[in-house]
């Protein structure tokens, strides 16, 4: 089945999933365990981990499905996919538990290690990023108002930059990275995912993240980044890349809207 024909199935399971977090969201009754890597997981998880997995599975039989919520697999298999489903049922776990709304479900389509469809819905706001490679990328509003995604460019080089940020990450750990003789907005979310969405659509310059985040965190987004004209590199400022290794953990990244501004001098990478 071609990228074109996949997407908007895709974005119908992404909703779907979505509604079924918003009902136990809503409603304020979830069960909360500590996974083994001492992260949260609630039933609300679990659920939309059970319904994508299953509709995934049912839209393309042939094509195996990688989720937060069942990553154990080893890579001596998964190794040896060439294309799969990578997903996190519930980005945004702690935002989810804390009640700010900043949590979305993520889809992606990852083929010889590079994503090459992102679905991204927010459950709350009701609004949906996607994108496949060679489709651009886009951003629907709950009324259906559709949006073309095109990353913010900068006539001055030295003007204010914007900059997404984690309400859970360490503001110094961020700011120490930054050249200081600039002047920076800092505007902090839940969602990664929904960060990285902010620069796609040109709203903030970049998003920084340093610390852990999974595969599934940065793959959809990564194709709608790229198909909006940034980028999300590590810090040597090269791509990230996917299933290459045992371990499903990302290394630290940026996703930068404008490419052409000199990254190296406002940020340093290194460390």
């Not at 949906?128 to 073309?148: I, N, Q, T």
């Not at 902010?198 to 310059?205: I, N, P, R, Y």
Request: charged share 25%; aromatic share 6%; hydrophobic share 40%.
């Amino acid at each position: 089945m071609e990228l074109s024909q996949l997407l908007q199935p895709v974005i119908e399971i992404a909703r779907a999933s979505g509604q079924v977090i918003l009902d136990i969201y809503q409603r304020g009754e979830f069960e909360k365990n500590i996974k083994s890597d001492d992260t949260p997981v609630t039933s609300a998880d679990l659920a939309a981990h059970k319904l994508v997995t299953e509709r995934l599975s049912a839209l393309t039989p042939d094509i195996p499905v990688l989720s937060e919520e069942d990553a154990s697999i080893p890579f001596a298999e998964r190794g040896n996919w060439e294309r799969y489903w990578l997903v996190d049922p519930l980005d945004g776990t702690q935002e989810f538990i804390a009640g700010s709304g900043d949590f979305a479900t993520i889809i992606a389509l990852v083929e010889n290690n590079q994503p090459v469809m992102g679905v991204v819905y927010g459950p709350v706001s009701g609004v949906s990023y996607y994108a496949a490679k060679g489709l651009g990328a886009w951003k629907v509003m709950p009324d259906g108002e559709k949006h073309r995604l095109s990353i913010l460019k900068h006539e001055d080089e030295l003007a204010s930059l914007s900059i997404a940020i984690s309400r859970r990450q360490d503001i110094k750990a961020i700011t120490d990275r930054l050249e200081p003789s600039r002047n920076y907005d800092l505007v902090p979310l839940g969602s990664a995912a929904l960060k990285s969405c902010l620069v796609a659509e040109g709203a903030v310059d970049c998003y920084l993240r340093l610390g852990p985040t999974g595969e599934w965190d940065t793959a959809a987004t990564q194709c709608i980044v790229e198909e909006a004209g940034g980028r999300i590199l590590d810090m040597t400022l090269s791509p990230l890349s996917y299933n290459e290794r045992d371990s499903l953990e990302n290394p630290n990244f940026i996703v930068l809207g404008d490419t052409e501004l000199p990254w190296r001098q406002i940020v340093r990478l290194e460390g």
